[in-house]
């Protein structure tokens, strides 16, 4: 029993280090209209700074997707780590606009290296008979952390002074202490070759999975789509038009999103990944809808209810998404597969939070959001449609 124990509190301590480097990600998300008035710039400047993220964590599943099985969970996690400390350090330094974009790509970089070799390495921890427990330690340490982020953030810009300070002050100490930990874990890689044994690793789409991976890749793109809107304008749109004005509050909405993402993700275990799929698309629909109700009446409470809607119908979509064309994917092929859906996924983290950008300005942000709304909309149905048409099968080929 004691053994166990001690088990289970390496694979926690290594959730907890999970948690503090997604929340560095999120970090910045109430403090937008902050930096909008030291800096001056635009909306479109806000949605760029939020993009280059995802174009960090791209990068890395492109060049470096397999590098925690190459050179070991530690080792990616510490340079993990290490990127998330520069990003804080950017922040804490920023004097112009160039600070703030490499903090973000910082922070992608810091995401890309994290997210799977985190996952693995939580799961890798956990005693024999404890996969179900250690897959909702990792899923709820990565939409957990990334729901902390705004809501830490959001507190302390709120209540403690320095704003633009505090907040990255903490986190860099909170992500020292977790270099500490992870120096304190094992390793669980027992073959293990040097760095320049990693490769690039190439998106793959097999025939047979097409079928399969469509409406997967779709509903995923729509899910970050609304993330990326969530975590990059909805702080500017509540100050603007909900007159919100205390960042706590506006930390909160957003950590709502991703808490409920959290939930949605652990009820596809007990819906099943065949209708999790076409019911995360119709409760992401709802959830747009209601942001688009958000947009037109300028009610906080239509604002909340779109967060924890749209995100519970994130979080349905995405793990049977992800579930779903990983069974469909040949064994010598699935992780290029399921790399191939993320970047799909972390595209729309990037594009259509850019278009809302380019639209503010002519439109202004709550009719870029309706235009945004119109064409998620429009995908997810065409997702749902194709789902009523061939439903998704679970079974591995």
Same mark, same amino acid.
């Given at each position: 029993?004691?053994?166990?124990?001690?088990?289970?509190?390496?694979?926690?301590?290594?959730?907890?280090?999970?948690?503090?480097?997604?929340?560095?990600?999120?970090?910045?998300?109430?403090?937008?209209?902050?930096?909008?008035?030291?800096?001056?710039?635009?909306?479109?400047? *806000?949605?760029?700074?939020?993009?280059?993220?995802?174009?960090?964590?791209?990068?890395?599943?492109?060049?470096?997707? $397999?590098?925690?099985?190459?050179?070991?969970?530690?080792?990616?996690?510490?340079?993990?780590?290490?990127?998330?400390?520069?990003?804080?350090?950017?922040?804490?330094?920023?004097?112009?606009?160039?600070?703030?974009?490499?903090?973000?790509?910082?922070?992608?970089?810091?995401?890309?290296?994290?997210?799977?070799?985190?996952?693995?390495?939580?799961?890798?921890?956990?005693?024999?008979?404890?996969?179900?427990?250690?897959?909702? *330690?990792?899923?709820?340490? $990565?939409?957990?952390?990334?729901?902390?982020?705004?809501?830490?953030?959001?507190?302390?810009?709120?209540?403690?002074?320095?704003?633009?300070?505090?907040?990255?002050?903490?986190?860099?100490?909170?992500?020292?202490?977790?270099?500490?930990?992870?120096?304190?874990?094992?390793?669980? *890689?027992?073959?293990?070759?040097?760095?320049?044994?990693?490769?690039?690793?190439?998106?793959?789409?097999?025939?047979?999975?097409?079928?399969?991976?469509?409406?997967?890749?779709?509903?995923?793109?729509?899910?970050?789509?609304?993330?990326?809107?969530?975590?990059?304008?909805?702080? /500017?749109?509540?100050?603007?038009?909900?007159?919100?004005? $205390?960042?706590?509050?506006?930390?909160?909405?957003?950590?709502?999103?991703?808490?409920?993402?959290?939930?949605?993700?652990?009820?596809?275990?007990?819906?099943?990944?065949?209708?999790?799929?076409?019911?995360?698309?119709?409760?992401?629909?709802?959830?747009?809808?209601?942001? #688009?109700?958000?947009?037109?009446?300028?009610?906080?409470?239509?604002?909340?209810?779109?967060?924890?809607?749209?995100?519970?119908?994130?979080?349905? #979509?995405?793990?049977?998404?992800?579930?779903?064309?990983?069974? #469909?994917?040949?064994?010598?092929?699935?992780? /290029?597969?399921?790399?191939?859906?993320?970047?799909?996924?972390?595209?729309?983290?990037?594009?259509?939070?850019?278009?809302?950008?380019?639209?503010?300005?002519?439109?202004?942000?709550?009719?870029?959001?309706?235009?945004?709304?119109?064409?998620?909309?429009?995908? *997810?149905?065409?997702?749902?449609?194709?789902?009523?048409?061939?439903?998704?099968?679970?079974?591995?080929?």
């Amino acid at each position: 029993m004691e053994g166990e124990r001690q088990t289970w509190l390496r694979c926690l301590l290594a959730g907890a280090v999970f948690v503090v480097c997604m929340a560095g990600t999120t970090l910045p998300t109430p403090l937008y209209p902050l930096y909008q008035e030291k800096f001056g710039f635009s909306e479109l400047t *806000v949605t760029v700074v939020y993009a280059v993220y995802a174009f960090g964590v791209i990068g890395v599943l492109l060049l470096a997707g $397999n590098a925690s099985d190459t050179i070991g969970r530690r080792p990616t996690l510490l340079w993990g780590l290490g990127f998330s400390a520069a990003s804080a350090i950017c922040f804490l330094g920023a004097d112009t606009v160039g600070w703030l974009y490499a903090g973000r790509l910082l922070s992608g970089l810091s995401a890309g290296l994290f997210t799977g070799a985190a996952t693995a390495y939580v799961m890798e921890l956990a005693p024999r008979g404890g996969a179900s427990r250690a897959t909702f *330690v990792a899923t709820a340490a $990565n939409m957990g952390g990334l729901g902390c982020g705004p809501l830490l953030a959001g507190l302390l810009a709120e209540y403690a002074p320095d704003p633009l300070v505090l907040p990255f002050a903490v986190h860099l100490a909170l992500v020292v202490l977790s270099a500490g930990v992870l120096l304190w874990l094992p390793e669980t *890689v027992r073959e293990r070759r040097p760095l320049t044994a990693v490769r690039p690793q190439r998106p793959a789409l097999p025939a047979q999975v097409r079928a399969v991976f469509v409406p997967a890749a779709i509903a995923s793109f729509v899910g970050f789509a609304l993330f990326g809107v969530f975590t990059s304008v909805s702080p /500017a749109f509540l100050a603007r038009f909900l007159h919100v004005e $205390n960042h706590a509050v506006s930390g909160l909405v957003v950590a709502l999103a991703f808490f409920a993402s959290t939930a949605g993700q652990l009820a596809v275990g007990r819906v099943g990944v065949a209708r999790s799929l076409p019911l995360g698309c119709a409760v992401l629909f709802a959830g747009l809808a209601l942001l #688009a109700v958000a947009l037109y009446t300028d009610l906080l409470v239509f604002v909340v209810l779109s967060a924890v809607v749209g995100g519970a119908g994130q979080g349905l #979509a995405f793990r049977a998404a992800l579930s779903s064309v990983a069974a #469909a994917a040949p064994a010598d092929q699935r992780a /290029a597969v399921i790399s191939t859906l993320f970047v799909v996924a972390y595209t729309g983290i990037s594009i259509p939070v850019i278009g809302v950008g380019l639209l503010a300005d002519p439109l202004g942000l709550d009719r870029a959001g309706l235009v945004f709304i119109a064409c998620m909309l429009l995908l *997810v149905a065409s997702a749902a449609a194709y789902l009523i048409r061939r439903p998704v099968r679970a079974e591995h080929p």
